[in-house]
């Protein structure tokens, strides 16, 4: 069975920086992208960053807000997933969820990131 463990999140000020990380127990595939999504209080889940899986070869994909801030990487022999925040803003406060396999597959219970001004 699939588990996503999230830690790392935490409360910062603007500029600063944060590192999740996505412990990852169960069989993947490459066909299960790794991902993480966000959920700002009151909006819609949202994409933010996503690349192959563990030991498998594609492209990393950013949304745009994020792109140049975050850096979303994967430790194969582990099966952690990871997402390195920098210059972070106050938009992007919100529980962030690992994810496997895109909308209709795995979730992780989520960790809140609080970026204050």
């Known amino acids: 069975q699939m588990q996503l463990v999230e830690n790392g999140g935490g409360s910062v000020q603007t500029g600063g920086s944060l590192k999740l990380s996505c412990a990852v127990t169960?069989?993947?595939?490459?066909?299960?992208?790794l991902g993480w999504y966000r959920q700002a209080p009151g909006k819609e889940r949202e994409f933010v960053a996503a690349?192959?899986?563990?030991?498998?070869?594609?492209?990393?994909v950013y949304a745009d807000s994020v792109r140049d801030r975050f850096t979303i990487s994967r430790a194969h022999a582990e099966n952690i997933l990871y997402l390195q925040m920098t210059i972070l803003k106050p938009a992007d406060t919100a529980i962030y969820y690992c994810?496997?396999?895109?909308?209709?597959?795995?979730w992780g219970r989520g960790t809140q990131v609080t970026v204050s001004s």
């Open positions: 994810n496997i396999g895109g909308p209709s597959g795995y």
């Open positions: 169960g069989r993947t595939t490459c066909t299960d992208r």
């Open positions: 690349l192959p899986g563990f030991w498998c070869s594609g492209a990393t």
